[in-house]
Structures are given as structure tokens and as C-alpha cells.
């Protein structure tokens, strides 16, 4: 067994995930990382879309190039790339949120599997996994003596599932945009979290869901993410223009985007705009109620969502179940208060550079944005200390919490006797 090994493993696209493996690199652990696919620029997928069409050439290179990462050395990448490549032609053919639900549930299981049958060939010192896809993976850890590391990017599924049920009844027209998982996976999630040897949390919210279901607090680290704040930066904002509220995310009830709509729609504000960026969840019908309340923006690349918050005078994030909203990072960053809910998961403090309500309070959600709609004065020093805020959450300072957790996980694990049973 290598005792300096790190393998970490995705099955799809998650952001997240590479900033995880970058910054182990960076940090000087001996790091893989197993996924579905991964984009390099002298790869055979970037030479491929350089030989199509002009017309198409632009759009797949964006999304190739959404499966990379600066920091991650590819030459300690490996894919499976059937099982997301099936994912993901599924999800662009538009096949409904419940099937689809299952055909991610089918991908991570098969690379769960491989992933298991590596770590009891490879013995690496650390796996390292993320909730619903790491179970056969970590229990391989257990058998030849790895250290298994779960890493938990959202509270825990049975939390979400309360707040489904709880919304189903509250706001029935915005049920078909809660998707719940099949039996089989809301079990794998549950017992994930019960069985690795440690987990890495991004927020207290999430942390407290998993003790709340089981998972001893002695087994938490939390490691709040990071954001660019080079790329995240306040803009100047002419002075004609409207009152901007932005929201950035999926329109769904998860985000408590109903409520966000049921403020604005009583506020009136005069000389104002509710901007909603992101792919809606379900049909137009439940948002028909609000017909003049928003403008949607369904899809803006990713190198281009910072003019959006640029362009804001405040975020409006009043999310019911999360991990760590990385929007509400690039809100801070931005010099945007920031209003939204503990569930957010977000490093916000209230009162000093945003506020924090409580998930589905309407009349909070009210008051604060009309505040800051009307004091200008506040709203300046909110943002100030919001920019502030973000300074102390950088890539680089997510490096530094990342590496000082390993480093103690190393140690453990190698002045411990892990033998397999």
C-alpha cells in the first residue's frame, strides 16, 4: 500500500470536484483522480472538435471544456466514460427528471464498482468520494485498510426529502420540480455517510443534517469552498439603470423559488428587476402566476455569469436544502449583498454583509429587499464588507483548510494500523 496516495473519484462534471483534486496537487499529495471524462486540449475529444464545422465547433468546445480544470494534472486522470457519456445523451435527448434520476443512479453504480475493484488492486492510503457515488468504493477502502473520506457536497438526502414533502404540500404547482431518487439510492446515500471513515462537509447546515441522521460529529471536517475573486470583482453600474435583484441557479422549490417570486410579486418596487439565470425545472405553467414579475435568462456560459452579478445591486438566494451555494461565493465576490436562508449553507453573516431569513419567510424576504432597495447608503457598506468577506475564501485559502485536514488524515492513517479484515 502506497502510504502518500490519494485517490479521489467522480463519475460526471462537478467543479467541485476538480478544485478538490487541484488543490491535493497543489499541496503536494501524491493525487489520482478517476471520472467519467476529462477535457485536455491535446486530448482525442479537443482534436475531434477541432475537425467539425465552424457552426458546431464553439458550442461542443464549451462544453467540453467544462470537464477540466487549470490545476489538475492530466496525466493522473482516468476515465470510464460509457457510463456518463450514456448520462449525458440521455439528458440531452430530454428524458423526464424521475428516469433520469435513475440512469445517474445506474452511471454511479457502475463506476462505483470500478472504482472499488482499483482501490483493492491499487491499496491507495485515501479514497476520497462524493455522496451517492462512493459506498462499493469505501467499503473496499475498509477491506485492505485504506482510509475512506466522504465527500458530502449537499445536505443529507433524507433532510432534502423532508423539505420535498413539506413543499409537495405547501406549493403542489411547483411539486414536478422536486425530483425524488429512487428507494435504492436514497438508502446507498444514507448509508454512505454512516459508514466512511471521515467526512468533508462545505457548511454547518450540512454538517448538522448528517448528525442529525446518525454520523458521529468526530467524523466532520468542514471545509467552506472558494471563489475567484480575480474573475468575481465589483463592477461600476450606470446610474439610469433599474434596481437589479439576480438570481443564479436551477428554478426549482429546492431553491425556494417560489418565495423569491411571491416577494417581488407583493413588493411592486418601482424601477426595479427580478433577473432569474438558470435552467427552469418542469413546466412554465407554475410560473405563469408571476408573468411580468421576472426576467429569465435560461443560460449564460460560465465565462461570462460574472457581468451578471456585475451588473446587480443585490443576491437573492432563499434556498430550503444545499450544500454551500458556490453562487452565493461569487455574490460576495461581486460586492453584492447577499440575502438568503441558513439552508443556503453559505458564508454570509447577517447583518454585516448581507442577511440571513428563515426558509420560506416571505415577509423577512420583503423587508430586507426593500431595504436595500431604499438605502442606498447600507447597501454600499453591505457590499463593501461583502467583497471583504469573499477575500477570506479564495481557491487558495480552500488549499490551506483542504491540506491541513490531510495532513492530519495522513497521519492517522499511517501511525494506525488499518489491517484488512
Not at 296 to 317: M, N, Q, T
Amino acid at each position: 500500500m502506497s502510504r502518500s496516495r490519494v485517490l479521489v473519484h467522480h463519475p460526471g462534471s462537478n467543479h467541485l470536484a476538480y478544485e478538490l483534486v487541484a488543490a491535493l496537487q497543489a499541496k503536494g499529495f501524491e493525487t489520482d483522480f478517476d471520472t467519467g471524462f476529462f477535457y485536455t486540449e491535446d486530448g482525442l475529444a479537443a482534436r475531434a472538435a477541432r475537425a467539425l464545422p465552424a457552426r458546431w465547433r464553439g458550442k461542443v468546445e464549451r462544453e467540453l471544456k467544462r470537464r477540466s480544470h487549470p490545476g489538475v494534472d492530466p496525466r493522473r486522470v482516468r476515465f470510464l466514460a460509457s457510463p456518463e457519456i450514456a448520462y449525458v445523451a440521455a439528458n440531452r435527448l430530454g428524458l423526464p427528471p424521475g428516469p433520469l434520476a435513475r440512469v445517474v443512479g445506474w452511471r454511479n453504480e457502475i463506476f462505483d464498482r470500478w472504482v472499488a475493484a482499483r482501490v483493492r488492486r491499487e491499496r491507495p492510503a485515501i479514497v476520497v468520494g462524493h455522496d451517492s457515488s462512493a459506498l462499493l468504493a469505501q467499503r473496499a477502502a475498509r477491506e485492505v485498510g485504506s482510509l475512506s473520506v466522504l465527500n458530502q457536497v449537499i445536505g443529507h438526502i433524507e433532510a432534502g426529502l423532508e423539505v420535498f414533502r413539506e413543499e409537495s404540500e405547501r406549493a403542489p404547482e411547483f411539486a414536478e420540480t422536486l425530483v425524488v431518487p429512487p428507494a435504492w439510492i436514497i438508502e446507498r446515500c444514507r448509508v454512505e455517510a454512516l459508514e466512511a471513515d471521515h467526512v468533508l462537509v462545505p457548511s454547518a447546515y450540512v454538517r448538522d443534517t448528517l448528525i442529525a441522521r446518525g454520523t458521529d460529529p468526530a467524523r466532520i471536517a468542514v471545509i467552506p469552498y472558494g471563489v475567484d475573486i480575480e474573475r468575481f470583482r465589483p463592477l461600476p453600474k450606470p446610474a439610469s439603470a433599474p434596481f437589479r435583484i439576480l438570481f443564479v441557479g436551477a428554478l426549482s422549490q429546492r431553491k425556494g423559488i417560489k418565495y423569491l417570486l411571491e416577494a417581488m410579486k407583493r413588493l411592486r418596487l418601482p424601477k426595479a428587476e427580478l433577473v432569474l439565470v438558470g435552467r427552469r425545472i418542469g413546466s412554465a405553467e407554475a410560473f405563469s402566476a408571476y408573468d411580468g414579475v421576472f426576467r429569465h435568462v435560461p443560460h449564460v456560459p460560465y465565462h461570462e455569469v460574472h457581468r451578471l452579478f456585475g451588473e446587480a445591486d443585490i443576491f437573492v438566494y432563499p434556498s430550503l436544502h444545499e450544500g454551500s451555494a458556490f453562487a452565493t461565493y461569487e455574490a460576495l465576490a461581486s460586492g453584492l449583498p447577499v440575502v438568503t436562508t441558513p439552508n443556503t449553507g453559505s458564508v454570509v453573516r447577517d447583518g454585516v454583509d448581507g442577511f440571513i431569513v428563515a426558509p420560506r419567510d416571505v415577509e423577512a424576504l420583503m423587508e430586507r429587499i426593500e431595504r436595500l432597495y431604499r438605502d442606498r447608503d447600507l447597501r454600499l457598506a453591505l457590499g463593501e464588507a461583502a467583497r471583504a468577506r469573499a477575500e477570506e475564501f479564495t481557491w487558495a485559502a480552500y488549499r490551506g483548510r483542504l491540506a491541513s485536514v490531510f495532513q492530519g488524515l495522513a497521519a492517522d492513517h499511517s501511525s494506525t494500523s488499518r489491517l484488512p479484515k
